[in-house]
Structures are given as C-alpha cells and as structure tokens.
C-alpha cells in the first residue's frame, strides 16, 4: 500500500489522479499548519462534493484518536486544498475549515457511508464521533472581502519581514549555531513555506475575479517555487547532527532570501490595487 508521500506526488504528477487500490477515489490534498511548530502538513483525504463546498471526514482509517490534520484545523482553519480540475490539471484553492454538527454532521456522514461502505466499518472500529469538515473557498466578488484579503498580505508581509531581521540579528558575528538559533531560523521557513502556500490558493480566486492579472500570478508562482527549493536546502543544512558553522549558515540564509523585498514589494505593488478596489 502506497504511504501518502507517493499518493501525494502520484495526484500532483497525474493532475489529481490516483491509481492502485485508491483508483476512482474523490481525494483531495490538504495542507495544515502543524499546531506546536507552524509547519506546513500535506495528507490525503477522501471528500464528498456538496455544491461549492467539500467535505472531508476525520475518520483516521478508524483510528482511536482524530487524524492530526483536524487537530491542525482546530487551532487555524485555514486549509489550503489541492483538486483535480477539469481541465486535467491540478486547482490549488484556499478554504475555511467548518467542523459540522448535530443533524448537518449525521446527515453527511450517512450520506458518505452509502457512498463508502468502508467508512461505516471504520466508524465500528473507533469509539470516536467522526468529525465532517466543510472545506469552503475563497471567494472574492465581495469588496469588503478582498480589501480584508489585501490588509492581511500586508500583515504577513510585516511579519515575515520582522521575522527576517530577527534571524540575521541572530546570525551576526555567532561562532557556533546553537539550537536557540537554528529554532529561528527553522520558524522562518516554515512561516515563509505556509505563507507562500495559502498564496498559491488564494490566487486560483484571485484570477477568477481578475483574470487580468494571471501574468502576475504566473510570475509570482514561479517565484514561490524557487523559494521553496531555497528553504528545502536551508532546512537539510540546520538538521541536528550536520557539521556547519554560523558564516555558512548566514549565506545561505541570505541566498535564500536574496529577492524576497523584491518579490514582496512586486506582490504588493500589482495585487493590492484590485484587492482594495
């Protein structure tokens, strides 16, 4: 049986589509914010379509305890969810995490049972009530919605930025990387990672309400993956173990960043006109 790492590159790399023993499965990919480290979590999950809505069940393969995903969307609903779409390829959408309740839960759930016979098996296995999770998209036609969008951006973006200055004051003139400062540095790229994937969803929205703007969006998902390559090599350097030395680190901290007031300053100049109106 295939983990979720290869389900995960199999449904990326076939626009959504999975084979072996999940052939013909409705699934989605969310990606959580890990609730002790801010960490973006990526996990498989089945879903029901219910109108504009998805609905996914916090079922853990009948598990004792609620899969760590809906424990992430307890402490921040903001879930970014990976579709198959229609035209082969794969939509990267932001949405609000809902848990159901009371008849709306038991409703969904007998419904995705008909639909899933080994979802009323995992229901007998576990002690748990099942949770059901309404995963609602960004939308935004609303004005008061997209200068709300725009307002946040600017919040991330200055708390990105302090952040920023915070490692490379950490970084300055240090000998040795101890643990206090690799925490940091860590914290950073997983704030900038979670930031940049919540973007990457909020701008399927952003170019179905303007699609005028799809050539920014390009340029700034192309940039979001060089960052991301960035990170990934930034983080194998801090993994505890691994000889380094505090110059080594502040150079790739600043390789890794080279760009980014650029990218942010791009981003703000070209988005925030329409989002504020």
């Given at each position: 049986m295939?983990?979720?790492?290869?389900v995960i590159?199999?449904?990326r790399a076939n626009?959504?589509q999975?084979?072996?023993?999940?052939?013909?499965?409705?699934?989605v990919?969310?990606?959580t914010?890990?609730?002790?480290?801010?960490?973006?979590?990526?996990?498989?999950?089945v879903?029901?379509?219910?109108?504009?809505?998805?609905?996914v069940?916090?079922s853990?393969a009948?598990?004792?305890?609620?899969?760590?995903?809906y424990?992430n969307?307890?402490?921040?609903p903001q879930?970014?969810m990976?579709v198959?779409g229609?035209?082969?390829?794969?939509?990267?959408?932001a949405?609000?995490a809902?848990?159901?309740?009371?008849?709306?839960?038991d409703?969904?759930?007998?419904?995705?049972?008909?639909?899933?016979p080994?979802?009323?098996?995992y229901e007998?296995?576990?002690?748990?009530?099942?949770?059901v999770?309404a995963?609602?998209?960004?939308?935004?036609?609303?004005t008061?919605?997209r200068?709300?969008?725009?307002?946040?951006l600017?919040?991330h973006?200055a708390?990105?930025?302090?952040?920023l200055e915070?490692v490379r004051?950490?970084?300055?003139?240090?000998?040795?990387?101890?643990e206090?400062?690799?925490?940091r540095c860590?914290?950073?790229?997983?704030?900038?990672?979670?930031?940049?994937?919540?973007?990457?969803g909020?701008?399927?929205?952003l170019?179905?309400q303007f699609?005028?703007?799809?050539?920014?969006?390009?340029?700034?998902r192309?940039?979001?993956?060089?960052?991301?390559?960035?990170?990934?090599?930034?983080?194998?350097?801090?993994q505890?173990g691994r000889s380094?030395?505090?110059?080594?680190?502040?150079?790739?901290?600043?390789?890794v960043?080279?760009?980014l007031?650029?990218?942010?300053?791009?981003?703000?100049e070209?988005?925030?006109?329409?989002l504020?109106?």
């Amino acid at each position: 049986m295939a983990g979720n790492a290869d389900v995960i590159e199999e449904f990326r790399a076939n626009g959504g589509q999975v084979g072996g023993w999940l052939t013909g499965a409705p699934l989605v990919l969310l990606t959580t914010a890990g609730r002790r480290t801010g960490r973006p979590h990526t996990t498989p999950a089945v879903y029901l379509r219910d109108g504009d809505r998805y609905l996914v069940f916090a079922s853990n393969a009948g598990g004792p305890e609620h899969p760590s995903w809906y424990r992430n969307i307890l402490a921040s609903p903001q879930v970014t969810m990976e579709v198959a779409g229609a035209d082969g390829t794969v939509r990267i959408l932001a949405t609000l995490a809902v848990p159901l309740e009371g008849a709306e839960r038991d409703k969904y759930w007998e419904q995705q049972c008909a639909i899933d016979p080994a979802f009323r098996a995992y229901e007998e296995q576990t002690g748990r009530v099942i949770p059901v999770v309404a995963l609602i998209p960004l939308e935004l036609s609303a004005t008061e919605r997209r200068r709300a969008v725009g307002e946040q951006l600017l919040r991330h973006h200055a708390d990105l930025r302090a952040q920023l200055e915070r490692v490379r004051d950490g970084l300055g003139g240090t000998a040795d990387l101890g643990e206090q400062l690799r925490t940091r540095c860590l914290t950073y790229c997983y704030g900038l990672q979670l930031h940049h994937t919540r973007e990457d969803g909020a701008f399927t929205a952003l170019e179905a309400q303007f699609p005028e703007l799809a050539p920014v969006v390009e340029r700034l998902r192309a940039e979001h993956r060089v960052v991301e390559r960035g990170l990934a090599e930034l983080e194998a350097l801090l993994q505890p173990g691994r000889s380094r030395d505090a110059a080594e680190v502040r150079a790739e901290v600043e390789r890794v960043v080279t760009g980014l007031e650029e990218h942010f300053a791009y981003e703000e100049e070209h988005l925030l006109p329409a989002l504020r109106g």
